[in-house]
């Protein structure tokens, strides 16, 4: 039960990262390793570079002491039956997490994704993450029947 005089949680205000700034790199530098034990921290070029692109929207969740404690990116395409959506990476710190954050990220970017007119929002979430599919379902996303194939692709040494 909740005490009527404790203060109501700070709301996340969330934002659309514009540029690759020192605090974005170290922001990412701590919830990357957080998303994915396996994925090196991204890098200031890689940022600028999802920034920059036209296809693809990067969300930030600040706290009220405005730290950067969350991030979503949104990738936006045309195909012949129309605008889609697809979200990716939706990362929420450990401090803050069960505080409305990935809820605010998500309904920023459905937000988004209808706005510049897309037909529908996809993203896939492990199994294993009872949380996260808890909040998906709970803002609005069915879990559908289809498979998902993956082809792992060689990078290039050089990076291009």
Same mark, same amino acid.
């Given at each position: 039960?909740? $005490?009527?005089?404790?203060?109501?949680?700070?709301?996340?205000?969330?934002?659309?990262?514009?540029?690759?700034?020192?605090?974005?790199?170290?922001?990412?530098?701590?919830?990357?390793?957080?998303?994915?034990?396996?994925?090196?921290?991204?890098?200031?070029? &890689?940022?600028?570079?999802?920034?920059? =692109?036209?296809? =693809?929207?990067?969300?930030?969740?600040? $706290?009220?002491?405005?730290?950067?404690?969350?991030?979503?990116?949104?990738?936006?395409?045309?195909?012949?039956?129309?605008?889609?959506?697809?979200?990716? $990476?939706?990362?929420?710190? &450990?401090?803050?997490?069960?505080?409305?954050?990935?809820?605010?990220?998500?309904?920023?970017?459905?937000?988004?994704? =209808?706005?510049?007119?897309?037909?529908?929002?996809?993203?896939?979430?492990?199994? $294993?993450?009872?949380?996260?599919?808890?909040?998906?379902?709970?803002?609005?996303?069915?879990?559908?029947?289809?498979?998902?194939?993956?082809?792992?692709?060689?990078?290039?040494?050089?990076?291009?």
């Amino acid at each position: 039960m909740t $005490d009527a005089t404790d203060p109501a949680p700070a709301p996340v205000v969330v934002s659309e990262a514009v540029e690759a700034t020192d605090e974005l790199v170290e922001a990412f530098t701590r919830l990357i390793p957080q998303l994915s034990s396996s994925s090196a921290p991204t890098s200031r070029s &890689d940022l600028a570079a999802i920034v920059e =692109s036209d296809a =693809s929207i990067l969300l930030i969740a600040r $706290d009220a002491a405005g730290r950067i404690v969350g991030s979503l990116t949104l990738a936006v395409f045309r195909i012949p039956t129309g605008v889609r959506a697809w979200i990716e $990476d939706v990362v929420v710190d &450990d401090s803050a997490r069960g505080m409305g954050v990935g809820e605010a990220l998500v309904a920023a970017a459905v937000a988004r994704a =209808s706005s510049v007119g897309a037909k529908t929002v996809d993203l896939t979430s492990r199994p $294993d993450r009872e949380s996260a599919n808890r909040l998906y379902v709970r803002t609005g996303f069915a879990l559908r029947t289809t498979n998902v194939y993956r082809r792992t692709l060689e990078v290039p040494v050089d990076g291009s």
